[in-house]
């Protein structure tokens, strides 16, 4: 499975040349352990910071993750990150019933944010596969009217079994390579 990921990302890399992709997303949702796939890492890893901002570079494609567990209260660091990123993936934990209002707030906030308004935009709904309620229900309630006039896309994905991250990495690949 390492090989067949690697091998995609070596092919991705080489078309995105030097794209920046912030992926955010509330607490425990799965970003690290997204970027450890892409990477054969480890996704056993657990952060206890209220911040974490980690660049990972493979060859041409730079994903920068930037995780804060209060949006509101980090926003001096906000304003050096955000600045020059090609696209955004945000991430959801579909089974966090009690963040999930939250994190479709703060989701809304950055579609609002000025040097965000024009990138493309990958939604994971991380940990799908045990999610029982209705995928349509839950796109229905992420209110994706704010995403009216960008090029986005919702891809599920299990980040701990490397299910449908690379699907929405395609997409989010060719979309950037279409803007270029």
């Known amino acids: 499975m390492g090989n067949s990921v690697t091998n995609l990302m070596d092919s991705l890399s080489r078309k995105a040349s030097n794209h920046k992709i912030l992926m955010l997303g509330?607490?425990?949702?799965?970003?690290?352990?997204?970027?450890?796939?892409?990477?054969?890492?480890?996704?056993?890893?657990?952060?206890?910071?209220?911040?974490?901002?980690?660049?990972?570079?493979?060859?041409?494609?730079?994903?920068?993750?930037?995780?804060?567990?209060?949006?509101?209260?980090?926003?001096?660091?906000?304003?050096?990150?955000?600045?020059?990123?090609?696209?955004?993936?945000?991430v959801f934990d579909v089974n966090d019933d009690v963040r999930?209002?939250?994190?479709?707030?703060?989701?809304?906030?950055?579609?609002?944010?000025?040097e965000l308004k024009e990138i493309p935009v990958l939604i994971f709904l991380n940990k799908i596969d045990g999610y029982l309620g209705n995928v349509d229900e839950l796109i229905q309630r992420i209110d994706l009217e704010a995403l009216k006039g960008r090029k986005w896309m919702i891809q599920p994905t299990n980040a701990l079994k490397n299910k449908g991250i690379m699907e929405g990495l395609e997409w989010l690949i060719k979309t950037l390579q279409n803007l270029d």
């Open 26 to 90: 509330m607490p425990a949702v799965g970003k690290t352990t997204i970027l450890y796939q892409l990477n054969s890492e480890d996704p056993n890893t657990e952060f206890l910071s209220d911040v974490q901002l980690k660049n990972i570079v493979y060859k041409n494609l730079t994903f920068t993750i930037f995780d804060i567990f209060y949006f509101n209260s980090q926003r001096r660091i906000w304003q050096t990150v955000r600045k020059n990123q090609n696209a955004l993936i945000y």
């Open 100 to 114: 999930f209002y939250e994190a479709k707030e703060i989701f809304h906030s950055l579609l609002k944010e000025t």
